[in-house]
């Protein structure tokens, strides 16, 4: 139990903290011309090598408590506000929000629908109705969808301390 809630408020002041930067920060993070590509590397350094695939994830997620390691998989949303988190979508029908370690950095706004490879930490966790609207607020729904978020979510999370965003093939 003590375990969940450390990561659940780790998780949920990741998340908060992506609104609460100054203006200073969202001035200079212009969105990426869609002409130029979104592939790179951010955070800490890695490569590649040693990766499961998203259906190895979910499978060990389902018999322990949390996975350590590298993930490849392709990116499905971008936080429209700061690329402050990503969603993967995974085999089992689910997405998996990607936090960045320390909000320490960031990925390029225009990087939806690119492959990706994240290191880091995945946990299962319960995601609270406030933090969830948050989250639609940055993904830019309308105020209706974010009114239609009324119940707490089971969802799978990842805090990444490296990404490598691969050419969009």
């Known amino acids: ?12 002041s990741a998340g908060f903290s992506c609104q609460q930067r100054g203006t200073e920060d969202s001035e200079s993070l212009t969105e990426t011309s869609k002409s130029e590509t979104a592939a790179g590397k951010f955070g800490a350094d890695i490569n590649d090598s040693g990766v499961v695939t998203l259906a190895e994830l979910v499978a060990e997620l389902e018999s322990k408590d949390e996975f350590s390691g590298k993930v490849v998989g392709e990116i499905k949303e971008v936080c429209s506000k700061k690329g402050c988190w990503m969603t993967i979508d995974l085999p089992n029908g689910q997405s998996m929000r ?10 390029p706004l225009n990087s939806s629908g690119y492959p990706v490879v ?10 609270d109705v406030e933090t969830l609207r948050h989250y639609a ?20 999370a990842f805090e990444a301390v490296g990404v490598i965003i691969k050419e969009n093939a």
């Open 98 to 107: 990607v936090t960045f370690k320390d909000y320490g950095f960031f990925v």
């Open 137 to 156: 607020e940055d993904a830019g729904k309308s105020k209706e969808e974010i009114e239609k978020i009324t119940e707490s979510k089971n969802e799978y």
């Open 1 to 12: 139990m003590k375990k969940t809630l450390i990561y659940f408020l780790m998780i949920a």
């Open 118 to 127: 994240i290191e880091g930490i995945a946990t299962k966790k319960v995601t």
